[in-house]
């Protein structure tokens, strides 16, 4: 009996042990993996990875935009992010004169760089555990509001790490004004488009050129003309050797959402009933959306953005299901589980924990539930939420630009249906029960919202006001909405979460053999793995590195998706690569993405990916299909994230952007 005991114990800790390549480490701990990471080929040290006293490599990365990171590629601020995370400020700049999604830009001069308005960085200036600090009384506020007045452009958080065990502090400095330097055409940038997202092979050029610019103090300040290039403290060099099978490979970046630790409820909710539900809505949007696009080239680009996002978690959300099917983490979390009981039966401060835990997640299970199925379905109408802007003051022309009255009308006869038919028995809002009955059907009610919205055009949206149908229909589902339900996960809700912080230190006691890293909470972290293909299936090994000949091979004209840009086919046909044709399995060629084993999630795009001497190697911007329940339970067997090769990225900067100047301020290696 014991020793069964023992072997399960031996084989849970096996399965759940954080395997070699798992796990998102904070840069000012790293030294408890710093053994490990050299006995891979790391040949710096912890000091060059974090330090507050000189410049480390934490000081050449920067957290872009709302959920990205980015990294310092010359000692005169200029930075590289991925394509799809600059997005949003390339198509702020872009018009029909100036179509730099379409057709790339590139400034040729420092007086070129276009300013980005609402576009800010943030370095992180120092971490510091403050868990003792706030447990004997010190406010959280406090820490904060003296942090902030440490400098210029300062602000500052304090973070849960293991569910709130500890806490740290994260003192940023802001930087907001970031000018565009280049961008290449959708046609490398988002070559591929949604058809190859998430998928490998891959062969997109996910990767857009920004510059720090910061007052003459070097300091940060608003946009100005007179403004200098930001010198950062650091700034990767970049190495032009490219990498191979089995070399090292450092992530820095900041990782947005993993849920490592959730018990069997959690992934029970995740897997049978969250990602079905959101997958088959969505299903239901893109059909529409694909449909409308098809019809009409009009429809296609405006709705080509909306399409691009509805579309990226609805596919993760399918590979999640897959892969948490194909791992048994349900059931690998329920035997975990009870093993755990058994240990902890004999201790009093945690025998009752995972009833206590279950018991939260049936109290708040359904309500979160809902939800999520406001948020994906009427909280998804752009009509009814450009009334409610309009009622308030709001112009909606800008929204207006890219939205097409019939598309959204067949959407929200669709999700109000889906919304009526899905909700638990006695939850829908009274006020939109009588206007059902009213009207006689979802579909009629919604007809008559369409038919008689003064918001159906932009020359009479301004004279919405709260009377508007549209703007009723909002407010009926907006005052019923359980926002205080939005959190990041059903486990992050106070009432489960709570438990989590005593479970988490249960397991810690009890598990010695796991390897603990707290959960991605868009705050920086380190991982590390190595350069690797992986079995897709039975019989069919992927290799980790794609080449410009498999771009040429994609290409088709008649696919937006794949519609090679003609100077790239042209500098194929004369294989004219200059300095960066490589010999790739005996053919001359260029280099274009590879495959790594580093744990990333959703934050992780533009991240550095750097080689064991800190040179940058590319830029990380996506995973495999099949890797995405990495989220929950990572896999080192097939879990693999995807990074456009530096390589290509000087290419492209200089052979389709004619930008080499830019190298002149870059470190080439
Ligand atoms: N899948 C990547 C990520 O989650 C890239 C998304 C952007 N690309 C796209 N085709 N939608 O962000
Ligand atoms: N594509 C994701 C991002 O934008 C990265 C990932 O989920 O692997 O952050």
């Known amino acids: ?180 330097v280049g961008t290449p055409p959708s046609a490398i940038g988002k070559f591929g488009g949604d058809t190859d997202n998430w998928i490998w092979p891959r062969h997109t050029g996910d990767f857009s050129v920004f510059r720090i610019y910061a007052g003459a103090d070097n300091e940060p300040a608003d946009y100005s003309p007179q403004n200098k290039p930001y010198r950062p403290k650091r700034h990767f060099p970049i190495s032009t050797k490219g990498v191979k099978e089995g070399d090292f490979t450092m992530i820095y970046g900041f990782p947005g959402n993993t849920q490592e630790y959730v018990i069997s409820d959690a992934v029970d909710y995740i897997y049978n009933i969250s990602d079905p539900m959101k997958i088959a809505l969505r299903t239901k949007r893109l059909d529409i959306i694909t449909k409308a696009q098809e019809s009409d080239p009009k429809i296609r680009i405006q709705y080509a953005a909306k399409h691009a996002s509805i579309a990226n978690a609805w596919k993760k959300w399918q590979g999640e299901v897959l892969g948490i099917k194909r791992l048994g983490t349900l ?75 019939e598309v959204d009308r067949a959407l929200a006869k669709a999700m109000l249906a889906e919304f009526v038919r899905l909700m638990p028995e006695g939850k829908l809002p009274e006020a939109l029960e009588v206007k059902v009955a009213q009207f006689g059907s979802t579909d009629a009610y919604i007809d008559h919202i369409y038919n008689n919205s003064l918001c159906r055009e932009a020359a009479t949206a301004a004279q919405c006001d709260k009377s508007d149908p549209a703007a009723e229909f909002y407010a009926i589902v907006r005052k019923e909405y359980p926002s205080q339900y939005r959190v990041r996960n059903l486990s992050n809700l106070a009432e489960i979460q709570r438990w989590y912080r005593p479970y988490l230190k249960a397991l810690m006691e009890w598990d010695g053999k796991r390897s603990f890293y707290p959960d991605a909470n868009l705050t920086l972290r380190v991982a590390y793995g190595s350069v690797a293909g992986y079995e897709y299936a039975d019989g069919e090994w992927h290799v980790p590195q794609t080449t410009i000949d498999g771009i040429i091979a994609k290409d088709n004209p008649e696919i937006y998706d794949y519609n090679v840009p003609q100077r790239l086919r042209d500098i194929y046909q004369s294989k004219d690569y200059g300095r960066h044709g490589v010999m790739i399995d005996g053919r001359k060629s260029v280099p274009v993405c590879f495959l790594a084993t580093n744990h990333t999630t959703g934050g992780n795009s533009g991240s550095p990916i750097i080689n064991g001497r800190g040179e940058l190697i590319g830029i990380n911007f996506d995973r495999t299909w099949r890797s995405t329940m990495s989220d929950v339970e990572f896999d080192p067997t097939i879990c693999r994230n995807i990074s456009v090769d530096i390589r290509y990225v000087l290419f492209v900067i200089d052979r389709i952007g004619g930008a080499s100047y830019l190298f002149d301020e870059m470190t080439l290696k």
């Open 1 to 180: 009996m014991k020793r069964k005991v023992l072997l399960t114990l031996l084989l849970c800790s096996f399965i759940f042990t954080a395997s070699a390549d798992e796990g998102m480490w904070l840069p000012s701990l790293i030294s408890s993996r710093i053994k490990d990471m050299r006995s891979k080929g790391f040949r710096l040290t912890e000091k060059d990875i974090y330090d507050i006293n000189r410049a480390s490599l934490k000081d050449a990365v920067v957290l872009f935009g709302r959920g990205c990171t980015g990294e310092l590629i010359s000692p005169e601020g200029l930075l590289l992010t991925n394509h799809h995370c600059g997005y949003g400020a390339i198509q702020a700049l872009s018009s029909l004169e100036h179509d730099y999604l379409t057709y790339g830009f590139w400034a040729q001069s420092r007086q070129g760089e276009l300013p980005c308005e609402g576009l800010e960085v943030s370095f992180l200036v120092r971490m510091e555990d403050v868990t003792d600090r706030i447990a004997t009384g010190q406010s959280e506020k406090e820490i904060i509001a003296a942090a902030c007045k440490e400098g210029k452009g300062f602000y500052a958080q304090i973070e849960n790490m293991y569910y709130g065990n500890q806490k740290f502090l994260f003192v940023y400095r802001r930087f907001t004004d970031v000018r565009l």
């Open 331 to 405: 059931e690998k979390k329920l035997r975990y589980e009870q093993e755990f009981a058994s240990w902890a039966a004999s201790r009093p401060e945690y025998c009752h924990l995972l009833d206590s835990m279950k018991a939260a997640y049936n109290r708040n299970r359904g309500p979160y539930y809902i939800g999520e199925l406001y948020a994906e379905t009427v909280m998804t109408l752009e009509l009814p939420k450009m009334a409610a802007m309009a009622a308030a003051g709001k112009s909606v022309v800008q929204l207006h630009k890219d939205f097409n009255l």
